[in-house]
């Protein structure tokens, strides 16, 4: 088993204005899937793009907008989200806080 504080996680911040905690990986024994924590900055998202995988989002702070191929949905906390492999799509920052979500995705 595994305890961790994700600010513990150093993150990936590849991407201007997001910072990508990898909590949960197959180095630590998770046989399917990887767990992370995003933190898009006010103003910042992350890339348009789609992949084979799917994503389960749960949104624990701040606003935002998901994009997709057919359209735009406003996302707050609490709000579960699905986003279904090979859909383009994006988190942006809409509001003035930290947007702060996790996301399951298998591993790749």
């Not at 890339?47 to 084979?52: D, E, L, Q, T, Y």
């Not at 057919?70 to 509001?95: K, R």
Request: negative net charge; glycine residues 10%.
């Amino acid at each position: 088993m595994k305890v961790c504080n994700y600010r513990d996680v150093a993150p990936d911040t590849e991407i201007a204005g997001v910072a990508l905690h990898l909590v949960i990986s197959a180095q630590d024994g998770a046989p399917h899937f990887a767990m992370r924590v995003l933190e898009v900055q006010p103003g910042a998202s992350t890339p348009f793009h789609s992949h084979w995988w799917e994503h389960e989002v749960f949104i624990l702070a701040g606003r935002g907008k998901l994009r997709g191929g057919e359209g735009e949905w406003e996302v707050a906390p609490n709000d579960a989200v699905y986003v279904p492999g090979d859909e383009e799509h994006c988190f942006t920052n809409t509001g003035s806080e930290v947007l702060r979500f996790i996301c399951c995705i298998p591993h790749h």
